[in-house]
Nanobody
């Protein structure tokens, strides 16, 4: 059984930074990719970033490219989302996910950016 647990959300002023973490337990070796999604109030869930487990290849949503960085630590079975230059529009519940079809999800962590 694969379990994902996020941490690191909080309240920050516009222009500030936060680092989200996702600890992965279980069949981590079988995960093709890990990533982050977010859901803002009144909006649908959207893709933020992903990273492949084997070679560390990354992809980003246009709205966060250049401000957010996804990374992984294979030894610690964890991956991260460094968020810089945060904007009020980044306010959302952030979810980590894993698997080739995004089969596994964390419980979410709230990020609130004040103007």
């Amino acid at each position: 059984q694969v379990q994902l647990v996020e941490s690191g959300g909080g309240l920050v002023q516009a222009g500030g930074s936060l680092r989200l973490s996702c600890a992965v337990s279980g069949r981590i070796w079988s995960m093709y990719q890990m990533g982050w999604f977010r859901r803002a109030p009144g909006k649908e869930r959207e893709f933020v970033a992903r990273i492949t487990w084997s070679d560390g290849g990354t992809a980003y949503a246009d709205s966060v490219r250049g401000r957010f960085t996804i990374s992984r630590d294979n030894a610690k079975n964890a991956f991260f989302l460094q968020m810089n230059n945060l904007e009020p529009e980044d306010t959302a519940a952030y979810y980590c996910a894993a698997g080739s079809s995004w089969s596994y999800w964390g419980q979410g962590t709230q990020v609130t950016v004040s103007s």
